[in-house]
């Protein structure tokens, strides 16, 4: 089990709350940068201000169903069951907004990868179809998780395989949609005269972000295996980085 799970969550506000500040500050950045675009820009303004807005308010939700549950643990209901006893029940129904909350912030970080190796393939539907199955279907194992969880007060092997299963599509999403973008610009650019150095800082920032975004992943999906209380800290850190890669995205490609 590893770290006790009262500690475990008590550990994942405080580190929630700590990128969810990082987060809220590159959002204000990304923010101003986008209204200040010229024209030329309106097009990816209209789509990216809203996706960002939508990831802050998700984050921001999360964050705040944390705190409620934080205050029940250890101050409302602290002489009653006790904060372990209080974060082992697995069908509050806070638990299960809080699952929902996150399970949506995920699909839609997905959505938005599958969106942007879209735009890099020059809009072809061989790249949307494939990619909004995968989404699709992730998400609907992902609220099958949550279905799942308020059935039962503990985590059934089907709950742990479908949590085994969304993880590892979620990561596989970002790394193929990465790794094709990543070729696509390669195979376009290598023959020209100026070769990648144009499009240098752009690849370097898909990578970068990609990375970021897989080692959250694999660090959620190795914490689950093992089975120790550690994944929770890791789970509750995720929606604000979601966020974080987004704006960095954004805020790098302008910079460079």
């Not at 010229?38 to 921001?60: F, M």
């Given at each position: 089990?590893?770290?006790?799970?009262?500690?475990a969550f008590l550990l994942a506000?405080?580190?929630?709350?700590?990128?969810?500040?990082?987060?809220?500050?590159?959002?204000?950045?990304?923010?101003?940068?986008?209204?200040?675009?010229?024209?030329?820009?309106?097009?990816?303004?209209?789509?990216?201000?809203?996706?960002?807005?939508?990831?802050?308010?998700?984050?921001?939700?999360?964050?705040?169903?944390?705190?409620?549950?934080?205050?029940?643990?250890?101050?409302?209901?602290?002489?009653?069951?006790?904060?372990?006893?209080?974060?082992?029940?697995?069908?509050?129904?806070?638990?299960?907004?809080?699952?929902?909350?996150?399970?949506?912030?995920?699909?839609?970080?997905?959505?938005?990868?599958?969106?942007?190796?879209?735009?890099?393939?020059?809009?072809?539907?061989?790249?949307?179809?494939?990619?909004?199955?995968?989404?699709?279907?992730?998400?609907?194992?992902?609220?099958?998780?949550?279905?799942?969880?308020?059935?039962?007060?503990?985590?059934?092997?089907?709950?742990?395989?479908?949590?085994?299963?969304?993880?590892?599509?979620?990561?596989?999403?970002?790394?193929?949609?990465?790794?094709?973008?990543?070729?696509?610009?390669?195979?376009?650019?290598?023959?020209?005269?100026?070769?990648?150095?144009?499009?240098?800082?752009?690849?370097?920032?898909?990578?970068?972000?990609?990375?970021?975004?897989?080692?959250?992943?694999?660090?959620?999906?190795?914490?689950?295996?093992?089975?120790?209380?550690?994944?929770?800290?890791?789970?509750?850190?995720?929606?604000?980085?979601?966020?974080?890669?987004?704006?960095?995205?954004?805020?790098q490609i302008h910079f460079t």
């Amino acid at each position: 089990m590893g770290i006790p799970l009262d500690k475990a969550f008590l550990l994942a506000l405080f580190l929630e709350t700590l990128f969810y500040g990082v987060f809220f500050t590159l959002y204000c950045l990304t923010l101003f940068i986008l209204l200040k675009k010229t024209k030329t820009g309106a097009i990816h303004r209209q789509l990216l201000i809203p996706v960002a807005t939508l990831l802050l308010c998700i984050a921001t939700a999360h964050m705040i169903v944390d705190f409620v549950r934080a205050l029940e643990a250890f101050v409302f209901k602290a002489n009653t069951i006790g904060a372990n006893a209080y974060y082992s029940d697995f069908t509050l129904p806070l638990v299960l907004v809080k699952t929902a909350i996150y399970i949506t912030q995920m699909t839609l970080a997905d959505g938005v990868v599958v969106w942007r190796c879209y735009v890099f393939h020059n809009r072809s539907s061989l790249v949307v179809i494939p990619g909004c199955i995968a989404v699709l279907t992730n998400g609907a194992i992902g609220y099958y998780i949550v279905w799942s969880i308020s059935r039962t007060a503990a985590l059934s092997t089907t709950s742990g395989e479908c949590i085994t299963t969304f993880i590892t599509l979620n990561m596989v999403i970002g790394v193929i949609c990465t790794t094709s973008i990543a070729w696509r610009i390669y195979r376009t650019r290598r023959f020209m005269s100026d070769g990648l150095d144009v499009f240098l800082p752009v690849f370097i920032v898909i990578i970068e972000s990609a990375a970021l975004y897989a080692t959250s992943a694999i660090a959620l999906l190795v914490t689950f295996l093992v089975g120790t209380n550690g994944h929770y800290t890791v789970l509750d850190v995720i929606p604000p980085i979601v966020g974080i890669v987004f704006c960095l995205v954004i805020l790098q490609i302008h910079f460079t």
